[in-house]
C-alpha cells in the first residue's frame, strides 16, 4: 500500500490554498479521510485508489505524498498564473459564485470544455457555410447569362472555399484564413452568437474590443459583481487574487452602499500586505469599470 506522509500532505494541501475539507471534495474523499491521514504520527498507509485521487486533487507526481516535502525554489502555480489579469481573474470567482465550480475544478475542466466549444463551434460554421452556398448558387442562377457578373462571384467561390478547408482542418480560430480581412476568429463570432440566442447574455458579456482578437474579451457575472462591491477596487482586486471569495461575503456588507462596512470586513480578511496591494491596485485603477 502506498505510504503518504502526513506533513508533506499538509504542506502540498496549504501550498494549494485547500482546507481539508476543500481537499477531500476534490478528491472525491470523505473528510474524516483526510484528517485521519494527517492526523497520523507515522507515514499512513493509504489505498492505492485514495494515494492517486489525492495525487490527482493536488497535481503532483506520481510518489510526491510519500517523501519530504520540498519548497521549490521557483513555484509558479498555474492558479497564479490565470489571476495575473484581474479582470479575467475575478470570472474564476465568479463562476465559482454562481455555478459552485471552484477554481481548481474549473482549471481541471479547461480542456473538455474547450473542445466541446470548438466542436460546436464546427459544427455552427458547417451549418453556416451550407446555407452561404446555397445562396451563392441561387445568386449564380439568377445571373445565368451575364458572364461578367458571374465573374465576380469568384471572389464568393474562393471565400467559402478557403472556409470550407480551414473548418475541415479544425482552424477553431481562424488563422488559414490568412486572405480574409476578419475583425473577429470564426470562434469569437460563435460565442457571440450563442450568448446572444441562448440568452446567457444576461450573465455572460462579449465585448466588442478595439480590433481583430482571436479569444473573446468577456465579462462573466458584471451585474452580480457590481451589486456586490460597486467601484470597490480592493475588493474586486482581492477576489480576483483568491484572497476572499464571492460567496463569503455575508450580506450586511454586500451592495454599492455598504462600502464602508465591506472594506472594513475585507481588512479582517487580509494580511497587512495583501490590504496595501489592493488598496495600491484600487488607486492605480480608480474602478475596473473604466475599461468598459
Not at 500586505?273 to 473604466?290: C, F, G, L, M, P
Request: net charge negative; hydrophobic share 40%; glycine share 8%.
Amino acid at each position: 500500500m502506498p505510504e503518504i506522509s502526513p506533513s508533506t500532505l499538509i504542506e502540498y494541501r496549504n501550498e494549494r490554498g485547500f482546507s481539508q475539507r476543500q481537499l477531500a471534495a476534490l478528491a472525491g474523499l470523505g473528510i474524516a479521510t483526510v484528517k485521519r491521514i494527517e492526523g497520523s504520527k507515522a507515514p499512513y498507509h493509504a489505498s492505492a485508489s485514495a494515494a492517486e485521487k489525492l495525487t490527482k486533487a493536488l497535481q503532483v507526481e506520481e510518489g510526491a505524498l510519500g517523501r519530504p516535502y520540498v519548497k521549490p525554489n521557483e513555484y509558479v502555480s498555474l492558479e497564479l498564473t490565470v489571476r495575473a489579469d484581474v479582470d479575467e481573474s475575478i470570472g474564476y470567482s465568479m463562476v465559482e459564485a454562481l455555478y459552485g465550480i471552484q477554481t481548481l475544478e474549473q482549471l481541471m475542466l479547461a480542456p473538455l470544455l474547450t473542445a466541446m466549444v470548438a466542436e460546436q463551434s464546427l459544427q455552427w460554421r458547417r451549418k453556416r457555410l451550407k446555407k452561404m452556398t446555397r445562396r451563392v448558387g441561387k445568386l449564380a442562377t439568377s445571373l445565368a447569362g451575364n458572364e461578367k457578373v458571374l465573374a465576380s462571384l469568384d471572389g464568393l467561390y474562393a471565400a467559402l472555399q478557403e472556409e470550407r478547408e480551414s473548418i475541415e482542418n479544425r482552424d477553431v480560430l481562424g488563422r488559414k484564413l490568412s486572405g480574409v480581412d476578419m475583425q473577429e476568429s470564426p470562434l469569437n463570432a460563435f460565442i457571440r452568437f450563442t450568448t446572444r440566442s441562448n440568452g446567457s447574455n444576461s450573465i455572460i458579456r462579449i465585448d466588442e474590443g478595439d480590433g481583430p482578437s482571436e479569444i473573446p474579451d468577456f465579462w462573466i457575472g458584471e451585474r452580480q459583481i457590481e451589486d456586490l462591491a460597486g467601484a470597490d477596487g480592493p475588493t474586486l482586486f482581492a477576489v480576483a487574487m483568491g484572497w476572499v471569495r464571492l460567496v463569503d461575503f455575508p450580506a450586511d456588507v454586500r451592495g454599492k452602499e455598504k462600502d464602508e462596512a465591506r472594506l472594513a470586513w475585507l481588512r479582517t480578511k487580509l494580511t497587512d500586505d495583501q490590504y496595501s496591494r489592493a488598496t495600491r491596485w484600487s488607486a492605480v485603477n480608480e474602478t475596473i469599470y473604466e475599461r468598459l
